[in-house]
């Protein structure tokens, strides 16, 4: 994390487009979820999620008959998740910062963070989330990654861009395959809280259009908080190279982790 101050305005980017965060975004693959019932949270079971964004993974989740608490920090973000979650009467959405949120008396089976737990303080998402479960209750978090693959020359390409657009880019910066980016558990098993994790992922493409890849770099807080000029200098960089060069398509590789670990302690 880097100072508090900055942490936070990134984290509630999010939350200034919810709209253009619910089209651009995909879902997450759906053996994610097979995988999550096998581990141990079967369908009814009682699911509390963090940072629910628009619903993304919780309409999964409702699809499958959980019940689902979801706490969203963005007010935005919330009200479009309710939309997409209004057939669901398994679900409801909260608004709130996971860190202030009182936890209710009952505990749930299970605690899920898709693509969210990152944005969590670490001095407390660990510990609330043990606190959440019951004994024997499972976290499981959800991280995405772009890794190499797809139209590999655009996005060689593309770092010009980032380094003439975004001064805090690595120069040479080159995406890696999945097998570079390590498997992690270490907050969770030092926490005492939870036994070792077990790891699922999953490699999948997502071919985009010109303005549905802009769309989507539009989703990330990084991009939203550029100054005005600089963002859309890249967006534009970026947005020639695919339709002077690749002929208005790309294809992007991504590696979706799930991470599942047991409430020990």
């Given at each position: 994390?880097?100072?508090?101050?900055?942490?936070?305005?990134?984290?509630?980017?999010?939350?200034?487009?919810?709209?253009?965060?619910?089209?651009?975004?995909?879902?997450y693959?759906?053996?994610?979820?097979?995988d999550?019932?096998?581990?141990?949270?079967?369908?009814?079971?009682?699911?509390?999620?963090?940072?629910?964004?628009?619903?993304?993974?919780?309409?999964?989740?409702?699809?499958?008959?959980?019940?689902?608490?979801?706490?969203?920090?963005g007010?935005?973000?919330?009200?479009?998740?309710?939309?997409?979650?209004?057939?669901?009467?398994?679900?409801?959405?909260?608004?709130?910062?996971?860190?202030?949120?009182?936890?209710?008396?009952?505990?749930?089976?299970?605690?899920?963070?898709?693509?969210?737990?990152?944005?969590?303080?670490?001095?407390?998402?660990?510990?609330?989330?043990?606190?959440?479960?019951?004994?024997?209750?499972?976290?499981?978090?959800?991280?995405?990654?772009h890794?190499?693959?797809?139209?590999?020359?655009?996005?060689?390409?593309?770092q010009?861009?980032?380094?003439r657009?975004?001064?805090?880019?690595?120069?040479?910066?080159?995406?890696?395959?999945?097998?570079?980016?390590?498997?992690?558990?270490?907050?969770?098993?030092?926490?005492?809280?939870?036994?070792?994790?077990?790891?699922?992922?999953?490699?999948?493409?997502?071919?985009?259009s010109?303005?549905?890849?802009?769309?989507?770099?539009?989703?990330?807080?990084?991009?939203?908080?550029?100054?005005?000029?600089?963002?859309?200098?890249?967006?534009?960089?970026?947005?020639?190279?695919?339709d002077?060069?690749?002929?208005?398509?790309?294809?992007?590789?991504?590696?979706?982790?799930?991470?599942?670990?047991?409430?020990?302690g």
């Amino acid at each position: 994390m880097t100072d508090s101050g900055d942490y936070v305005r990134l984290r509630t980017t999010f939350n200034e487009d919810a709209e253009r965060y619910d089209r651009a975004r995909p879902r997450y693959p759906q053996q994610l979820f097979d995988d999550l019932a096998a581990a141990g949270a079967r369908p009814g079971a009682r699911i509390l999620e963090i940072g629910c964004g628009t619903g993304k993974a919780t309409v999964s989740l409702a699809e499958r008959g959980y019940r689902v608490v979801a706490v969203e920090l963005g007010p935005d973000m919330a009200a479009v998740a309710r939309r997409n979650l209004a057939p669901y009467d398994s679900v409801e959405v909260i608004t709130a910062a996971f860190e202030d949120w009182p936890l209710p008396d009952q505990p749930f089976d299970a605690v899920i963070a898709a693509t969210a737990f990152h944005w969590i303080d670490p001095a407390v998402r660990v510990v609330k989330s043990a606190d959440a479960l019951r004994p024997g209750g499972i976290l499981a978090t959800v991280s995405t990654h772009h890794i190499a693959g797809g139209t590999e020359a655009f996005f060689a390409a593309a770092q010009g861009c980032y380094e003439r657009f975004d001064p805090a880019t690595p120069p040479g910066l080159r995406l890696e395959g999945a097998g570079s980016i390590p498997e992690d558990d270490t907050e969770l098993v030092r926490s005492g809280r939870f036994g070792p994790a077990t790891f699922h992922r999953y490699e999948w493409e997502q071919r985009y259009s010109t303005a549905e890849y802009v769309d989507v770099l539009m989703t990330y807080s990084g991009h939203r908080a550029l100054p005005d000029a600089r963002r859309s200098g890249l967006l534009d960089c970026i947005a020639g190279l695919i339709d002077g060069v690749h002929g208005g398509q790309v294809v992007k590789r991504y590696m979706t982790e799930l991470r599942v670990a047991r409430r020990t302690g």
